[in-house]
């Protein structure tokens, strides 16, 4: 996990974003709305310009903020995204609009496993984010694997949770059941035999898995 100093530094790096991008990661710090991590997102977004995914899905749209992002970076994508909250979903229609994005990302609100078919109808996809709930990792991946191609990567975000996957004991009681399951996930993401691996230890933890062409 990277120190704060050094995320202050590579912050002071960064190019100045869009003022609507600055306007939605200052909602989100006051609102305390989880957006991901600049240092993961960085990563990420530079690996799907490599990738060019020309369709990409998204579990967890939150604000629309990595969803805008990546249509910022991947100028070709169609993106389907998904969110259940219903007044996080609102705020990210709005702000999808606002970005000129409405005709390339498809914004949907309900549970993912519920919408599950209409979401499968929009692929195959290139791209898989989940970046939902972390106990439910598993179950979005096994619900959404099968609509990625072959050589299509999943983005896990948040995989090291605040660094307690790593942690003999976790102390806080409400994070046990969570953890465990992201430990799980992770394992499982390792061994795959359909995928190859690596988890980077930025941000809150970034899993890239890239799917075989078996």
Known sequence: MI????EQYLESLRPKREELIEEMEQYAKDYHIPIMEQTSLDVMLQIMSF??????LEIGTAIGYSAIRMAQIVPEAEIVTVERDQERYYEA???????GYSHRIKVMYGDA???????????????????????????????????????????SDNILFRGMV??????????????????????????????????????DGLAVSKRKNS
């Open 3 to 6: 120190s704060d100093h050094v």
């Open 51 to 56: 990738l060019n995914p020309k369709r990409i």
């Open 93 to 99: 229609v709005s702000n999808v609009e606002k970005a």
């Open 113 to 155: 496993f519920e919408l599950s078919e209409e979401l499968k109808s929009h692929g195959p996809y290139q791209s898989l984010f989940i970046d939902a709930a972390k106990g439910q990792y598993k179950r979005f991946f096994d619900e959404f694997y099968e609509c990625l191609q072959p050589q299509g990567v999943i983005f």
């Open 166 to 203: 790593a942690e003999e004991e976790v102390e806080e009681k409400r994070f046990r059941s969570m953890v465990k399951k992201l430990r799980h996930y992770n394992e499982f993401l390792m061994s795959h035999p359909e995928l190859d691996t690596t988890i980077y230890p930025i941000g």
